[in-house]
C-alpha cells in the first residue's frame, strides 16, 4: 500500500490575513504544485483520496494535486493534519488503508510522521519537506519504505 505526503506549497505570508488559516497559496506556490502533480501525472499514480488539514494553504494544494491525479473520492478536510498535531495514530492508522491516499499537510509534522513511518521516531527526520515537498512512502511486509520524493528543484 501506498501513501503520498505533501507539504502544501509556498503561502503568502501578508500581515493582512486575519489568522495564519486564512493563508492562501502565492503565485509561485501554485506553479510549484501544479509542476510537481502534472508529473505525478504523467507518471501514472494513482491516488484514491486527498486528505488535507482544512488550512487554506493545504486545501489549496490538495485541489491543485486532485486536478492533475482525479482522486475517485475527491478531495477532503480531516483532522489531525496540522502543523503541531500528534503523529502515532495517524501513523499506526495507515498501514489499514485500503487504496493509495494523498496527505497534505504541514512541517513538522509531515516531517516527524515521515520519521516516525521509516525509523520508529519522530525526532529522527529521514525526508526533509520544503514547500511542495512530495514522497511516497509504500507499506511492506517489513515496514515502510520511501520509494520516490519530489520537490521543485527536482521537476524543473
Not at 501513523?91 to 485500503?98: I, V
Not at 512541517?107 to 525526532?123: A, K
Request: charged share 25%.
Amino acid at each position: 500500500m501506498r501513501i503520498y505526503l505533501v507539504r502544501h506549497s509556498k503561502a503568502a505570508k501578508d500581515p493582512i490575513y486575519a489568522t495564519d488559516a486564512e493563508r492562501p497559496l502565492t503565485d509561485r506556490g501554485r506553479e510549484d504544485a501544479h509542476l510537481i502533480a502534472a508529473q505525478m501525472a504523467r507518471a501514472g499514480v494513482d491516488v484514491h483520496e486527498i486528505r488535507h488539514s482544512g488550512l487554506l494553504r493545504a486545501q489549496q494544494t490538495a485541489e491543485i494535486f486532485a486536478e492533475h491525479l482525479t482522486p475517485p473520492e475527491g478531495v477532503n478536510a480531516v483532522a489531525g493534519l496540522h502543523y503541531n498535531d500528534p503523529v502515532d495514530m495517524l501513523a499506526r492508522e495507515l498501514r489499514m488503508e485500503p487504496e493509495p491516499v494523498m496527505l497534505v499537510g504541514h512541517n513538522p509534522f509531515m516531517e516527524e510522521l515521515v520519521g516516525l513511518l521509516l525509523t520508529g521516531s519522530e525526532g529522527n527526520m529521514p525526508v526533509r519537506f520544503s514547500t511542495s515537498c512530495t514522497a511516497c512512502l509504500e507499506h511492506t511486509e517489513i515496514g515502510w519504505a520511501v520509494r520516490w520524493v519530489l520537490d521543485r528543484q527536482i521537476v524543473t
